[in-house]
């Protein structure tokens, strides 16, 4: 499977690490690449979504990557 035919959820409460992984992950054409800050917003896109991956921090305020 090619990466432009993967869909990735990547939820990460840091905006600093979540700006900078989010454009790497976009620099590698995956078919699209939705962003969360937190487990809560992360579910919520994970639902809408259905990404074939999901990337996400574990220690996170609201909800954790682990719920």
């Known amino acids: 499977m090619v990466s432009n035919e993967i869909s990735i959820l990547f939820v990460e409460d840091n905006g600093t690490i979540r700006v900078l992984i ?6 590698k054409q995956f078919k699209n690449v939705y962003i969360a800050k937190d487990g809560r917003e992360g579910l919520a896109k ?11 921090d574990l220690t996170m305020p609201i909800m954790s990557g682990l719920e």
Do not use: A, Q, V
Not at 22 to 27: V, Y
Not at 46 to 55: E, T
């Open 22 to 27: 989010s454009e790497f992950l976009n620099s």
């Open 46 to 56: 994970y639902k809408k979504y259905k990404p074939d991956i999901i990337l996400t």
